[in-house]
């Protein structure tokens, strides 16, 4: 049976983070080693509190020869978090989650717990697998109604009167003696 995935099912484990007390050139180098689009930012509380993002870093990049930014820390350029997503939400939500916001990468919270992320590249793998377990479902299940929907056998026709309702049966029967 076809079944829409939840995040906890596609969800990479708690990524990297990095506090929003690091240099911004050090988050930076970690950004580019780990090739991460963005990297959630947790303070001493173990919260969630921002998250860094490629996007920052550029524009950053673009400002830093006009002013001397080599004290800048995260805080100063880390995105505030406006979408995050839940483990047991479903795929499509998540994905409207995405189309709502500009994010490459979101973070997924139980409660106010860092427990995942998930990326658009992530998103468009588990709902190309999703379409293909999808038509794979209704192949088994159009072969299934053609085998047992024209009974060559007794045993063909018990098996489609055992998946039938009354008020199917009736409808193939005439319900004369069904009632």
Do not use: W
């Amino acid at each position: 049976m076809y079944k829409i995935p939840l995040v906890r099912d596609i969800m990479k484990g708690a990524p990297p983070s990095i506090s929003p007390d690091l240099p911004v050139f050090e988050a930076l180098d970690k950004l580019v080693d780990k090739r991460l689009a963005g990297i959630p930012v947790i303070d001493d509380q173990k919260r969630l509190v921002g998250f860094l993002t490629e996007k920052d870093c550029l524009r950053l990049q673009t400002i830093a020869h006009q002013y001397n930014l080599t004290g800048s820390t995260v805080r100063n350029i880390m995105s505030e978090i406006k979408e995050a997503l839940h483990p047991e939400m479903d795929l499509l939500t998540a994905a409207s989650r995405f189309l709502a916001c500009y994010f490459a990468t979101l973070p997924v919270l139980d409660g106010e717990t860092l427990v995942g992320s998930i990326s658009r590249r992530n998103m468009l793998v588990a709902i190309k697998t999703m379409h293909k377990q999808k038509g794979v479902c209704f192949q088994q299940d159009r072969e299934k109604l053609e085998k047992v929907g024209n009974p060559s056998s007794i045993g063909s026709l018990q098996q489609l009167v055992g998946m039938s309702s009354r008020k199917q049966l009736a409808s193939v029967f005439g319900g004369r003696h069904l009632r």
